[in-house]
């Protein structure tokens, strides 16, 4: 079982840059694929950005390519979106997701989420 806590939210104005972090509990961290996840108030939940189990391939939405940047470390059992040139429309709560096998469904592990809102 692995439990997600997402971290590093919070109110940046545009142009800005923040770094969000998943801090994981539990075993097997590293056999893990990783995302980070978006929702905007009266939107649907949409993918942000994957990492695979060693970090070998990334991938991105077209909204965010080439100006967000996920990682990992295995050994800190922690994944990071580096977030730079965000916009006003990168306002949303953000979650990051562990599965076995992409895409990760509900009852993948998710965690509470963190806010992000970006001013104008």
């Known amino acids: 079982q692995v439990q997600l806590v997402e971290s590093g939210g919070e109110c940046v104005q545009a142009g800005g840059s923040l770094r969000l972090s998943c801090a994981a509990s539990?075993?097997?961290?590293?056999?893990?694929?990783l995302g980070w996840f978006r929702q905007a108030p009266g939107k649907k939940r949409e993918f942000v950005a994957a990492?695979?189990?060693?970090?070998?391939?990334?991938g991105y939405a077209d909204s965010v390519k080439g100006r967000f940047t996920i990682s990992r470390e295995n050994a800190k059992n922690t994944v990071y979106l580096q977030m730079n040139d965000v916009k006003p429309e990168d306002t949303a709560i953000y979650y990051c997701?562990?599965?076995?096998?992409?895409?990760?469904?509900?009852?993948?592990?998710w965690g509470q989420g963190t806010q992000v809102t970006v001013s104008s």
């Open positions: 990492i695979t189990w060693n970090g070998g391939n990334t």
């Open positions: 539990g075993r097997a961290f590293s056999s893990y694929a």
């Open positions: 997701a562990a599965t076995l096998e992409w895409p990760p469904t509900d009852e993948d592990h």
